[in-house]
């Protein structure tokens, strides 16, 4: 075979390859900032990636599962970007901190205030603080829309099947992490836990520590006590010798 039809083949199977592989690494998708664990809380990050040579993506729908809701949503604040929050009314309310909630966010919306959005060759995350996370589930499954400058709208909605091929156009999906055995679970609330047993320990040192510059100081105090009464007992002897030889002269004398 000839070196030129040894590079065409090779150039038009590069191609396939790209071809074939660009879905997999294009698509929208969802990643935890650290761990998801069960019921706890997470913040995690919808990854978007620019497909198009031509325009830039402009807007970002996210629609929540409401087969297991979620009853905390915020996202946080993407400079040149518009977010809105959309809240249903729940079938079944959702008790958090003692208290019952009876709707929850179903979609939250991204809008870039100029067309420049992001533009081609580059993605921009968007991330979002979730809980409490289901403990009866394995995952969450976040159906997407990208909107792009020039009104095309490419729909990450396709579930991930287990032991096929990954479609087209899948939707984001977040794998939950097993909780730990001792039962703890990275969040929110085991922040302010930890954060208090922080200052509990920051205090009980505090003390410790003044404990023991209470004990120096009294150690410090009665070595310097001992140390004048050898000094003072020293300086009373050597008066009372030199007494009694200034005697013993005027005798002699």
């Known amino acids: 075979m000839k070196a030129s039809r040894i ?5 038009v199977a590069g191609v396939a390859v790209l071809t074939l592989s660009a879905p997999a690494f294009a698509h ?8 998801a664990a069960k019921g706890g809380y997470a913040v995690v990050d919808f990854k978007v990636p620019n497909e198009r040579d031509n325009a830039s993506t402009t807007k970002l729908e996210v629609t ?3 087969d297991h809701p979620l009853a ?9 970007w518009d977010i809105k ?8 309310p959702l008790e958090m901190h003692g208290k019952k909630i009876d709707e929850a966010v179903t979609r ?14 580059f993605f921009q995350k968007f991330p979002v603080s979730v809980g409490t996370l289901p403990e009866d589930a394995d995952e969450l499954v976040f159906k997407a829309l990208q909107t792009y ?6 729909r990450w909605i396709e579930v991930p099947q287990e032991d096929q091929e990954e479609p087209d156009f899948p939707a984001p999906v977040l794998v939950l992490a097993e909780t730990s055995a001792d039962g703890h679970t990275h969040g929110a609330s085991d922040g302010e ?45 050597a008066g009372v010798a030199y007494g009694v030889l200034a005697g013993r002269r005027r005798a002699d004398a």
Do not use: H, Y
């Not at 929208?28 to 761990?35: A, C, I, N, R, W």
């Not at 905390?72 to 040149?80: E, F, I, R, Y």
């Not at 929050?85 to 079944?92: F, N, Q």
């Open 28 to 35: 929208v998708s969802v990643q935890p900032e650290g761990e």
């Open 64 to 66: 929540f599962p409401t």
């Open 7 to 11: 590079a065409a083949v090779g150039a």
């Open 72 to 80: 905390s949503v915020m996202p946080q604040p993407v400079d040149g």
């Open 149 to 154: 400058s020039n009104k095309e709208v490419v």
């Open 85 to 92: 929050i959309t809240k249903s009314k729940l079938d079944k």
């Open 193 to 237: 836990a930890e954060g208090a047993k922080a200052d509990e320990n920051a205090e009980n040192a505090s003390a410790e520590s003044t404990a023991a510059a209470g004990s120096d100081d009294a150690g410090g105090t009665d070595t310097t006590a001992r140390v004048l009464g050898v000094v003072g007992i020293v300086v009373g002897a």
């Open 108 to 121: 939250v919306t991204w809008t870039a205030d100029d067309d420049d959005g992001i533009e081609p060759g």
